[in-house]
């Protein structure tokens, strides 16, 4: 019988539900229990892939190609297991497949309403996910907070799952947060008590409460929380905010979490053992030295919308035991040439991207790279720019992609032929797992360590092999090709210490455990460049200021 853990949220959101999500499911993992995870998205998109990363944040490619939230994410980097498709679900999606089954004439006449014909619907995904994968333990994370309107259907299919799977086989977990008031130094409960009783007006009454908060969390304070939302005084868990989210899984398994809901739900478990984990988190307490890594992005407001590729440099980071200080870089800003806002860094990562903004400030920045033998990864959108570059220096300056000059004389980078005529905006990119030969003797061939790869896709645009001689001959290399032999998906700068570029996504295939070979080598290169001479003095136009010297000299360490 699978047993199902929904986790709902309460008094805000952002506070951390999607990383204790994926902390439980590596504390129940750790006691070698299966576990799959499912993310109820509530918003009416039929997914995150036609959203603004400023709305949403970064979009997470599973292996399937679904386009999905960036919890999923955490679930594969935490659990170190590959999610598809099943574990991402929308309201948008809801309703599609309702009213695709209306219009089938699939409910023979009835009127078709959000109880019960939307609340079986979800709760048909969630049983779907738990007989697909087979797992000991469903997690369903809940979006959003409750008392959101769009949140009731979801909500309403937990309360009915509860009573229809039995008690034993469900619990429920809330994540909520003490507010800090500064004038009196205390935490509140009150949002929490509030945000309790909003959800059992819902006829959820929660077995755990996770309590975020910026301060310890004193003995009375959960004593009181347990009596006022009447849960049992060891099911009120605290979760101080880390400086890492990896030291998650740890603290709330020395609260006791993990023996609470193996108490809760009934299960035997094996032996417990996080000593991978353990050693994860001490790795990334004790760096011995830093690397400075500039990402140069569109969207560097909010760094969620590199989430991935933020975890990805931490993981090679802890690989080889240096902090990594991602200076974030708006692209638009070097647009002029000047450089100087990339001084004193070790590498730069280019990152994916859409549209025309910005793409000149990555142009200049790949030039820079490539002239100064700066360790350079570039990841899909990175990728096409650092080809632009190269062809701008062979062909002239309007080489360009046809998505930012639809006209230009030299479209090195142009549209995939299967994307031709394609009008609709939603998941119709090129997604996810697409097998890659490597080239013998190539960069990558030696960093990955075999012959063929796969990794995850999302974009339109490709190489445009026309111009494979010309740029070839430029000393810019194609060392990934598609098994047909006509996709170029990897390039890399022939006799520079690290210039690669890739039109996969390699960051989201990394796992803290298991860094992404890419960015492991890159870090390397960049602290290999970092310890050699004044990096600052390398950059073009750059003027190192005191705290680059300082960069630099923690770098080489
Ligand atoms: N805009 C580019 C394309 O569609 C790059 C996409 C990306 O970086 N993910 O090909």
């Known amino acids: 019988m699978p047993k199902y853990i929904f986790v709902t949220g309460g008094v805000v959101s952002s506070v951390g539900k999607g990383i204790a999500t994926a902390a439980i499911g590596r504390i129940l993992k750790s006691r070698g229990i299966s576990v799959a995870i499912q993310k109820l998205d509530p918003y009416l998109n039929v997914d995150p892939g036609t959203m603004s990363p400023y709305q949403h944040g970064e979009v997470f490619v599973t292996g399937d190609g679904t386009e999905t939230d960036l919890d999923l994410g955490h679930y594969e980097r935490f659990l170190d297991a590959d999610l598809t498709g099943n574990s991402s679900v929308t309201t948008g999606q809801i309703y599609q497949a309702v009213l695709a089954k209306e219009r089938r004439g699939d409910y023979l006449g009835g009127t078709i309403q959000p109880i019960p014909h939307v609340t079986n619907e979800i709760k048909g995904r969630i049983r779907a996910i738990s007989q697909a994968s087979g797992a000991d333990v469903v997690i369903v994370e809940v979006g959003g907070t409750v008392g959101d309107i769009e949140g009731q259907p979801f909500l309403e299919a937990i309360r009915q799952m509860r009573k229809e799977e039995g008690r034993n086989d469900t619990l429920s977990v809330h994540v909520t947060l003490l507010p800090y008031i500064g004038a009196t130094g205390e935490l509140k409960t009150k949002p929490t008590q509030h ?210 000059a639809a006209g230009t004389p030299h479209p090195v980078i142009s549209l995939l032929s299967e994307q031709e005529g394609i009008e609709d905006k939603g998941g119709t ?34 190489f445009n092999n026309a111009y494979r001689d010309v740029l070839e001959k430029a000393g810019l290399v194609g060392s990934g090709i598609s098994p047909d032999g006509q996709l170029i998906e990897i390039c890399e700068i022939a006799g520079h210490p690290f210039m690669v570029g890739s039109q996969f996504h390699p960051e989201f295939r990394s796992r803290p455990l298991r860094p992404h070979p890419l960015f492991r080598e890159f870090i390397s290169a960049a602290m290999a460049f970092g310890a050699g001479e004044g990096v600052g003095e390398k950059l073009a136009g750059a003027t190192a200021s005191s705290d680059v010297s300082e960069a630099v000299a923690g770098g080489g360490s």
């Not at 991978?276 to 001490?282: A, I, R, S």
């Not at 070790?346 to 700066?374: K, N």
Request: proline share 3%.
């Open 195 to 404: 945000s309790v009783r909003e959800l059992r007006s819902m006829g959820i009454q929660p077995d755990v409460i996770i309590c975020r908060s910026d301060y310890p969390v004193a003995e009375d304070l959960k004593a009181k929380i347990a009596l006022f939302c009447d849960v049992e005084r060891r099911s009120v868990i605290s979760l101080l905010t880390m400086s890492s989210i990896y030291e998650v899984p740890l603290v709330l398994e020395k609260e006791g979490l993990g023996d609470s809901i193996l108490k809760l739900l009934d299960i035997k478990s094996g032996e417990r053992d996080l000593n991978d984990w353990q050693q994860l988190v001490e790795r990334l307490q004790h760096p011995s030295g830093q690397v400075t890594v500039a990402l140069v992005g569109k969207y560097v407001e909010l760094h969620d919308a590199y989430l991935s590729v933020k975890e990805a440099l931490d993981h090679a980071g802890v690989h080889h035991n240096v902090a990594i200080d991602i200076r974030w870089i708006q692209s638009e800003q070097l647009e002029s040439g000047d450089l100087s806002l990339l001084s004193g860094v070790h590498g730069i990562v280019v990152p994916g991207g859409f549209g025309e903004r910005g793409v000149e400030g990555m142009i200049e920045t790949a030039r820079l790279a490539r002239a100064q033998g700066v360790p350079y990864l570039g990841l899909c959108l990175g990728m096409q720019v650092m080809v632009i570059e190269v062809a701008r220096a062979v062909l002239g300056a309007e080489a360009n992609s046809t998505e930012f």
């Open 429 to 462: 990119m090129r997604l996810g797992y697409y097998p890659c030969n490597l080239v013998p003797g190539s960069r990558v061939h030696d960093v990955y360590g075999v012959d063929e790869i796969e990794e995850r896709h999302r974009h339109r645009y490709e």
